[in-house]
């Protein structure tokens, strides 16, 4: 590499690999329209309603982006907490 030039650091998976471990991907199910789906949006958040990052989660980058955009949809309509610690 050149001098002055630094490395980014892997923000996930490959291509590849998170193509094989996208549910969504795989089953061709757009992430947006599962926003009411309390139980699967609780697999991509953490214990205080953030939401997981794609190295947690092996998504692809176009199902992260709307799986975010799902849980904060679903925030909005106080469908989950927005801010409170879930009981499990």
Same mark, same amino acid.
């Given at each position: ?9 892997? +923000?996930?998976?490959?291509? /590849? /690999?998170?193509?094989? /471990? !996208? *549910? #969504?991907?795989?089953?061709?199910? !757009?992430?947006?329209?599962? #926003? /009411? $789906? #309390?139980? +699967?949006? $609780?697999?991509f958040? &953490? ?7 794609? !190295? ?24 989950? *907490? &927005? ?6």
């Amino acid at each position: 590499m050149k001098p002055g030039v630094t490395k980014y650091r892997r +923000l996930g998976p490959g291509a /590849e /690999e998170s193509r094989a /471990e !996208d *549910p #969504f991907y795989q089953l061709n199910i !757009d992430p947006l329209r599962e #926003f /009411e $789906n #309390f139980p +699967l949006l $609780n697999n991509f958040t &953490s214990r205080m309603a953030k939401i997981k990052g794609r !190295d947690q989660t092996k998504l692809t980058w176009k199902s992260q982006r709307r799986i975010g955009k799902a849980i904060r949809r679903a925030k909005a309509l106080q469908l989950i *907490p &927005s801010h409170s610690q879930r009981t499990r």
